[in-house]
């Protein structure tokens, strides 16, 4: 039997069931895809049965269920490969063709869903640390390690979460690279970097570094299993595909990553420490301003692990390490940086982020919501970040600064850097500070668009999430109870339908007037965000051509939500044998994950009726 061109295959399906733009949403259990379509009479039940590849054709529970056997991973995939209808599509477009600024929109794409449990957990940490400080918690007590394993657990076991985030954008199976991730966090595995005994997979000597909490690893990793995965779902048979493929990708990637990712790491540790440790030796300044300026830098790619051991060598040996002088400085700076992006940014989801990132910052060291969720994000506040780090570094490596402690570089944690000068510590971080907030806060940066902060205000609920209000009092119905063909099938858009109790019709959201009927009876308005929505006032009312209808705007004018669009007789409606049914639909419904109406009670002007999740 001749092997199958899935992707052909994807694009005849699609075709067939009346084309991306009649399809509402599309997933896959373990042998169908899920089709919700908009108008089924659209779908060619016969034709999709023809499909070489396709099994049968089912209709149930208000689906086009497309039985496609063990393959149906693979054409789901090609779907979202030729389409926007599977979430596995979702990226964040590159900036432009500059390297730099294409890391840094995967690295902040790969964060963002985990930004805000991110910051929470930081910010846990931040109080806890202040609790042990002040003495009001027992660091020893099993209050504090069940507490602490809460604010802990995320940065721990980081990569896991990561890893669901890079294998969509990477279009690879999730729960694969969970499984990766999660051998890399293995308990096993982390105490085998400490362990004085040779590590070896077949023989192969493996050098072991820690990857719990680290970023770069995991995401090669994931962005390596997607051509594996591909390589191996298009020659294996698809009888033995579903366990065979992560059973291989999963023996081959875990000891591939560790013995390629843990050696290049190790390498570039060691010439890094190497460096820096002669540094300190000849020319203390520069190697404080080394460290204070790209602290961040190295933590982000996991070559810090490389001076970790330093550090703790010259606790036993000589009960202080002078590298960890300058960390002060560059942890503050950029917590810093943040504070003043919280300041100055007009985003006002941005602006809820960076306080409490900033504050964990300060407070306990916590910088990866700083980091990941706004400067590097934003990229110049980061930049000052680093300006401001290497030059209190540099301030604190000539005092000849360092700490008589392992200890998180933050405010509570300053009191550990009691060898060497602590007024030039004090300087140094002063100095660090001053500079990363000020040029933050007076140079600016390139804020996000104006038109994701209006979005953040129509998301009460979420950030996935827009709320329309419904531009008329009464009874909502079912779109497809509306006596009207066209609307009931949902070939406009989703929507609801509202039995109106007076003649006022008030927008249901800020936007733009696009259309305006001169006989008054229907509107389409679009939001600042892109949603657009058509207001139609009753059934086949244009045929009364605008009598009983005053409209109240024009189009191209702003209204804002509430703002009265029309007035209508509603008995001169009735009277004339047309039902006054408004109905609200989305008209770009195809554009986003779901459209749900709420359907089935009274409502006032103004109360949500439909939420968009994007």
């Given amino acids: 039997m001749p092997s199958l061109d899935y992707r052909s295959m994807a694009g005849d399906i699609l075709d067939r069931v009346g084309g991306e733009a009649n399809v509402a949403s599309v997933t896959h259990c373990a042998t169908r895809l899920r089709f919700k379509l908009k108008d089924t009479g659209k779908a060619d039940k016969a034709a999709v049965e023809r499909i070489p590849g396709v099994i049968t054709v089912m209709e149930a529970g208000g689906q086009f269920q497309v039985v496609v056997g063990n393959n149906v991973p693979v054409v789901y995939a090609e779907i979202g490969q030729i389409s926007k209808l599977t979430s596995d599509t979702a ?39 202040a609790a042990t400080q002040f003495g009001w918690l027992d660091a020893a007590g099993t209050t504090y390690i069940i507490w602490n394993a809460a604010a802990d657990g995320l940065f721990t076991f980081l990569p896991i979460f990561l890893a669901v ?21 293995y308990p096993a595995i982390t105490a085998l970097t400490s362990s004085t005994d040779p590590v070896t997979f077949f023989g192969i000597p493996v050098v072991m570094v820690t990857y719990t909490s680290s970023v770069i690893p995991i995401i090669i990793a994931v962005w390596l ?69 790209f602290w961040q830098v190295f933590v982000l790619f996991g070559l810090h692990w490389g001076l970790v051991p330093f550090m703790i060598n010259d606790y036993a040996t000589i009960g202080y390490s002078i590298m960890t002088g300058p960390l002060p400085a560059a942890v503050l700076a950029q917590s810093a940086a943040a504070l003043a992006v919280m300041i100055r940014t007009r985003n006002s989801d941005l602006k809820k982020l960076a306080g409490p990132s900033a504050l964990s910052g300060f407070v306990a060291g916590i910088t990866e919501p700083a980091i990941y969720g706004v400067n590097l994000r934003l990229k110049k506040p980061f930049y000052y970040g680093i300006a401001g780090g290497a030059v209190g570094g540099a301030i604190a490596a000539i005092g000849g600064s360092a700490s008589t402690a392992f200890v998180f570089p933050s405010l509570l944690g300053l009191a550990a850097f009691s060898h060497g000068s602590f007024v030039m510590q004090l300087v140094g971080v002063g100095v660090a500070v001053v500079i990363a907030f000020g040029a933050t806060l007076v140079l600016g940066f390139d804020d996000l668009p104006e038109v994701e902060a209006k979005e953040a205000e129509l998301i009460p609920a979420g950030p996935g999430a827009a709320e329309i209000g419904a531009p008329v009092s009464g009874d909502t119905v079912v779109l497809a109870e509306v006596k009207d063909k066209v609307f009931a099938s949902g070939a406009l858009g989703n929507g609801v339908g509202i039995v109106p109790s007076d003649g006022k019709v008030y927008a249901p959201f800020a936007g733009t007037v696009l259309t305006a009927f001169p006989t008054g009876h229907a509107f389409g308005i679009k939001s600042a965000d892109g949603v657009e929505v058509l207001v139609h006032i009753g059934i086949d009312t244009v045929q009364l051509e605008g009598k009983g209808f005053t409209s109240a705007v024009t189009q191209g004018q702003t209204v804002a939500a509430g703002d009265l669009l029309a007035t209508v007789d509603l ?43 994007r």
């Fill in 225 to 293: 299993q997607s051509y594996l995965e591909r390589f191996l779902n298009h020659y294996l048979p698809n009888w033995l595909r579903n366990f065979t493929t992560p059973m291989l990708v999963l023996a081959i990637m875990v000891p591939f990553t560790m013995l390629t990712v843990g050696p290049v790491t190790s390498w570039l540790s060691t010439l890094l420490s190497g460096a820096i440790v002669w540094l300190f030796a000849t020319v203390p300044w520069l190697a404080g301003a080394l460290m204070g300026g």
């Fill in 571 to 613: 008995d001169a409606v009735k009277a004339a044998g047309y039902d006054p049914t408004t109905v609200v639909v989305v008209t770009n419904s195809a554009q986003f994950a779901a459209v749900l109406p709420a359907e089935g009670h009274r409502v006032n002007h103004g109360d949500t009726v439909i939420v968009i999740e």
């Fill in 91 to 129: 990226e964040v477009a590159p900036e432009d063709g500059n390297l730099l600024n294409r890391f840094i929109a995967l690295i902040s794409s790969i964060f963002l869903p985990v930004l805000w449990p991110l910051a929470g957990a930081g910010l846990f940490k931040a109080f806890l640390a």
């Fill in 165 to 185: 985030n890079a294998a969509k954008r990477f279009k690879t199976n999730m729960f694969t690279s969970m499984a990766i991730a999660a051998a890399l966090c």
